[in-house]
């Protein structure tokens, strides 16, 4: 059935604490690592590409596609997943498709018929947020808000009248941090499966074919991480520098 098996994409998405992993068939989903590095993307990620690839006995010359998760998130997740990416489809020659770690969040939300919240932590009180109408394959049709970084108090105030009036459903480690802060708003919001926190590979990796089918290659010199805020290092070094 090997032969069958056209279409090969990987997909990965380091912008969190989880490096999330996957080869998409023709046929659907053929294997999938989510494993939880911190801070140990680097000497992890490639192994564990490698296992995928003996484990389903492809080899990296069959992939047709790549797609890699954009952020935001960790600074240096992100550049360690879209430098291997680049590498891959610069020397393959490979189309590749780079996609808002949100959008990945909120396309696992499938079975929901309502809004849908993705939120990722920011660090101090911060999280990374984008809000989507309702669930769509093509996931950006449905967007309503842009990838933001708000602080919890900012998003509570967006929220406020719209949980009123439309289900919200709501995954991802920044509702887990900050969930008491939203508790104490009295919104309403309906946590998905913690499964759902991070980025899952299957999902960019599927997410990714599905452009990809559309003909929609971002090409790797025009992919960038969307990093929504400076690094906390070079906020540092400007206050440094200002005194």
Not at 89 to 112: E, F
Not at 165 to 172: H, P
Not at 177 to 182: I, S
Request: hydrophobic share 40%.
């Amino acid at each position: 059935m090997k032969g069958l098996k056209k279409m090969l994409v990987l997909g990965i998405d380091t912008s969190s604490p989880v490096a999330a992993i996957a080869l998409v068939g023709e046929y659907g989903l053929l294997a999938e690592i989510n494993i939880e590095l911190i801070h140990r993307h680097s000497e992890r990620l490639i192994p564990n590409i490698d296992y995928l690839f003996k484990e389903t006995n492809y080899s990296i010359d069959e992939l047709t596609g790549l797609a890699v998760g954009l952020g935001p998130g960790s600074f240096t997740g992100l550049r360690i997943g879209l430098s291997t990416i680049k590498t891959f489809a610069q020397v393959k020659k490979l189309p590749v498709k780079g996609l808002s770690t949100l959008d990945i969040m909120a396309y696992g939300a499938q079975a929901c018929e309502g809004m849908i919240l993705p939120l990722l932590d920011a660090r101090r009180e911060r999280v990374y947020c984008a809000m989507y109408d309702s669930w769509n394959k093509d996931i950006k049709k449905v967007k309503i808000w842009g990838d933001s970084a708000l602080s919890v108090t900012e998003l509570i105030e967006r929220l406020k009248g719209v949980a009123d009036s439309k289900k919200i459903y709501v995954m991802g480690n920044g509702f887990v941090q900050y969930q008491q802060l939203f508790n104490n708003a009295s919104l309403e919001l309906i946590p998905l499966s913690s499964v759902l926190n991070y980025p899952q590979g299957g999902l960019v990796a599927e997410l990714g074919a599905y452009y990809l089918k559309k003909g929609l290659d971002d090409g790797y010199l025009a992919i960038k991480p969307n990093y929504l805020k400076r690094p906390q290092a070079e906020i540092n070094w400007y206050k440094k520098e200002s005194r």
